[in-house]
């Protein structure tokens, strides 16, 4: 057996690339106890802090370590309510210079009022109508209203693309984000679904992101009791897919421990589906046996190359496109802007 096990590039089906360089940030004014303290008092102020300098160096950052991981494609679901314009270009931009691709969405909600709403529209359609690839992005369907969440699929339908969105992470979306479950098509992303009621029939693809729920506290999202495929995705928390795979399985094997990790490992190969490319890239991993039984118990497996589009982006471990520690260091300089702000 060679010492060395192949495999495709891993496709992160859900990030948010403007959080790289969230790790670290202060605290918030008081501690969160329940989902939406911490959405309001941690994410949301992150996201209004943002400029289009730090999200292009927290992009290059995320895939930076997204490419380290053995990941070629990210999924973003992106929000900078005060640096909207152009900000789909900046994610896409960055990443491209890494050489990971990169499906961009701008999350569109009315938390900022009808203006800021509008601004999210705005760049949907601009960034889709410039070429650019993506989805048109929703926040969730509590921060939208009903104009907004009509406007958002009308856009989707006139550039054929699907809808990106967070749906019942919470308990605090649980009813409207059913209601737009059931209106979802089948090219949609739907994120989380935590919180969606058993049985329930919705089109499109569900994004578990089992770290995430987790760290939010916002429960299980027992995502096999679905009729919809499942990918899996990160929200945020880097883009280390083979960690992400393991995590998702302990979470399925904690609540049935007759499972095996094929389920989860089909979750981890259903990301091609939403980047079929990333299925010609070529990772060369320090383990040799890439299986679901050995890649369960076994941390600590990295990428040694990385091939994307016929390119080696990374050999020995390091990235050959980029400076991995001249990004590392401006996205620290970023990220003390950031937390100034803060």
């Known amino acids: 057996m060679s010492e060395h096990g192949i495999t495709p590039g891993l496709v992160c089906g859900h ?3 403007y959080s790289a360089l969230a790790r670290g940030m202060p605290a918030p004014p008081k501690t969160p106890s329940k989902f939406t303290e911490i959405l309001e008092q941690v994410w949301w102020r992150l996201d209004t802090a943002l400029d289009l300098e730090m999200l292009e160096w927290s992009a290059k950052l995320g895939a930076l370590e997204a ?9 973003d679901h992106h929000e900078s309510p005060n640096a909207i314009e152009g900000s789909l270009s900046v994610i896409a931009d960055a990443c491209a210079e890494v050489g990971v691709r990169v499906v961009c969405a701008y999350g569109v909600t009315d938390r900022h009022g009808p203006e800021g709403a509008a601004a999210g529209l705005a760049e949907n359609d601009r960034f889709l109508s410039e070429g650019g690839r993506g989805m048109v992005g929703l926040h969730a369907a509590f921060t939208c209203e009903p104009g907004t969440i009509d406007a958002a699929i009308a856009l989707a339908d006139k550039h054929d693309v699907g809808v990106h969105v967070h749906v019942a992470e919470g308990p605090v979306d649980a009813g409207q984000g059913a209601a737009l479950a059931r209106r979802s098509r089948p ?11 058993d049985g329930i029939e919705f089109a499109g693809t569900l994004a578990h992101n089992p770290r995430s729920n987790m760290n939010n506290a916002v429960g299980y999202g027992h995502p096999s009791r679905f009729n919809s495929p499942v990918v899996l995705g990160t929200d945020g928390i880097g883009a280390d897919m083979l960690d992400e795979f393991r995590l998702a399985f302990g979470k399925l094997r904690e609540h049935n421990v007759e499972v095996a990790p094929d389920l989860p490992w089909m979750w981890l190969e259903n990301g091609w589906q939403l980047v079929p490319e990333a299925q010609d890239d070529v990772v060369t991993w ?12 076994t941390p600590g497996v990295r990428p040694i190359d990385v091939i994307v589009d016929g390119k080696k982006l990374l050999e020995d471990g390091a990235a ?10 401006k996205a620290a300089e970023q990220a003390a802007r950031l937390f100034e702000k803060l």
């Not at 090219?187 to 009621?197: A, D, I, K, M, Q």
């Not at 050959?320 to 260091?329: C, H, L, Q, S």
């Open 320 to 329: 050959t496109r980029v400076d991995g520690a001249e990004i590392r260091a």
């Open 67 to 75: 490419l380290e991981a053995g990941c070629t494609a990210i999924v």
């Open 187 to 197: 090219n949609w992303l739907l994120v989380h679904g935590v919180h969606l009621p």
């Open 286 to 297: 320090s383990y040799p046996s890439m299986t679901a039984w050995h890649l369960a118990y």
């Open 15 to 17: 990030h948010h690339l």
